[in-house]
């Protein structure tokens, strides 16, 4: 019989802001994710209209769970929402127009071990059944010999782990049904320089709504001054198998209308690292800032960010581009990030 674990402090603090947010919080059991003796929950919380007419925002956090960054920042949001409920009255406002879902521990049993991949060994993300047709780097961009090795893919054919599967059951119910969507992935571990991907992952080849992104683009560089931000598809960086994000894109062109664009924040760690090179000699220190200031620093950037994409999800009728205006975007966007 699985003992549920419930004392990693992500959890726990989970359940004081479900406490603190009922009833208008909403918590909802996705998975179970087991591992031997050890069982772990993982859940979605909800917050504002449920109705199918309003425009929505996923924010999910700890897929790899050695970013634990990336589930701190999804948490800090949440937290600053809660809090809100309390005393603002622009929020009550905001909340009957817009539907908010967080998944903020998305690999829980990952994160209390320490591991990039789930208990399975599986990296999430690597675990949706895109397949990448172009150079794709070796093991990085998802790989089928061994769960023993990163980047794990699972087994050809296999269903998707119960952690993916529950992420995308998620979004397909939750945002691919409305008008307008935005999904952010928090993650951490990549680079100097914090960075906004978009799709595609597996391929160079721009998406639909690349002229929608970089209107939010535009409006980002306008709005939160002197943001930090790289904009761009994740293609520029490497190609990968197996993005879940990619899957999502795919299936949501077949199934809806609306207007869905997934973003991936990837914060870079290696400047963490270059301001105090100890912290390369622990795992948990590259992937994460070690100094309670920078820490603090880094959540108040990113929650910035976070309430900036509810916004700009909650008037997207405002900005969305149409006609020639549309035209517009999507030739400024391949001439900023499809040409060589
Ligand atoms: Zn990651």
Redesign the pocket.
């Known amino acids: 019989m699985a003992v549920t674990r419930t004392d990693l402090p992500e959890l726990a603090e989970l359940q004081q802001l479900h406490e603190i947010g009922a009833p208008q919080l909403e918590r909802r059991l996705l998975c179970e994710v087991t591992a031997g003796a050890q069982r772990w929950p993982v859940h979605a919380y909800l917050l504002g209209h449920p109705g199918p007419d309003v425009p929505a925002v996923g924010f999910f956090g700890g ?2 769970g050695l ?1 634990r960054i ?1 589930a701190e920042v999804v948490i800090a949001y949440l937290r600053s929402l809660v809090m809100r409920l309390r005393w603002d009255e622009t929020l009550h406002q905001l909340l009957e127009r817009i539907r908010l879902v967080f998944m903020p521990l998305v690999n829980p049993g990952g994160l209390q071990r320490g591991t ?1 991949a789930n208990p399975n060994g599986v990296d999430l ?1 690597r675990n949706a059944p895109v397949d990448s047709n172009e150079r794709v780097p070796y093991l990085i961009g998802g790989q089928r010999l061994s769960a023993a090795l990163p980047w794990y893919r699972g087994p050809a054919g296999a269903a998707m782990e119960c952690e993916s599967a529950a992420l995308c059951d998620l979004v397909r119910t939750e945002l691919l049904t409305r008008p307008f969507s935005i999904a952010v992935d928090c ?3 990549f680079g100097f320089h914090d960075r906004l991907w978009f799709p595609f992952a597996h391929t160079a080849r721009p998406f639909d709504r690349l002229a929608e992104v970089h209107a939010l683009c535009e409006m980002l560089d306008q709005t939160l001054l002197h943001h930090r931000y790289v904009v761009e598809p994740q293609s520029r960086q490497y190609r990968a198998h197996g993005d879940l994000w990619d899957h999502l894109v795919l299936s949501a062109d077949a199934q809806s209308s609306g207007v869905f664009l997934p973003l991936t924040l ?1 914060m870079g760690s290696w400047l963490w690292v270059k301001k105090n090179p100890r912290q390369m000699f622990s795992r948990q220190g590259i992937f994460n800032p070690m100094i309670e200031h920078r820490q603090q620093r880094v959540l108040r950037r990113h929650v910035a960010w976070l309430d900036f994409v509810t916004r700009a999800a909650a008037s997207h009728r405002r900005w969305l581009p149409e006609g020639a205006d549309r035209q517009r975007h999507r030739d400024a966007a391949l001439a900023r990030w499809y040409t060589a």
Do not use: D, K, N
């Open positions: 897929v790899h970013e990336g990039r993300m993650h951490s571990g990837e």
